[in-house]
C-alpha cells in the first residue's frame, strides 16, 4: 500500500526563476516538494504578479528552510520570499 505524503508549506516568493532553482535544489537533496501558484488573493499587493508557495514533506521543513537559506545567503536566488511560520 502507498504511503501517503503530507505536506508543509514553508516559504512563498513571487520570482520564477528562484521557484525553479529552489525545487531543484531541494531535489538534489532528496526532500519532495511541490511549487504551486499562489490563490489570486494572494497576489493582489505584487502588482499582479503571481506568486509561489513552495510545500514540503512534513518532517523535512527545518532542512528545506536551511536550504533556502543557504541559497539566499549565497546569492543564488534572491531575499524576494518570506518563510511561513
Excluded: H, P, W
Excluded at 18 to 33: F, G, R, Y
Excluded at 43 to 58: C, F, N, Q, S
Amino acid at each position: 500500500m502507498a504511503r501517503k505524503i503530507r505536506f508543509v508549506d514553508i516559504y512563498i516568493l513571487y520570482d520564477d526563476l528562484d521557484a525553479s532553482i529552489i525545487e531543484e535544489l531541494l531535489e538534489e537533496c532528496n526532500i519532495d516538494c511541490i511549487v504551486r501558484d499562489l490563490d489570486m488573493v494572494d497576489t493582489v499587493d505584487r502588482a499582479g504578479m503571481v506568486g509561489k508557495r513552495v510545500a514540503v514533506e512534513a518532517g523535512q521543513e527545518d532542512n528545506a528552510r536551511q536550504i533556502i537559506r543557504d541559497a539566499i545567503r549565497s546569492g543564488l536566488i534572491s531575499n524576494e520570499g518570506s518563510f511561513e511560520t
